[in-house]
């Protein structure tokens, strides 16, 4: 409970929450970039990027499917 309340008081003071999640948005992206050059270490930058995008993708479909099941569960439980 602290925390949840340290989090939206943090949350409150600031004024550009853009910039606050920029440097995880990249590390994000280099996660997925570097997934696909390894996946396809002989790959062009664009061919790169398209893999990283899918992985992306994938990634958040992933998330959504496993968030579904869980409520579904959560649903049925008595």
Known sequence: MRARLGAHQSWANTTDRTARTAGARRAAESKFEEEARQKHPGA???QVAAAAESLRKAHF???GLLSAQA???KRTLP
């Open 61 to 63: 479909s992933r998330m």
């Open 71 to 73: 409520r579904r569960r």
């Open 44 to 46: 062009t930058e664009a």
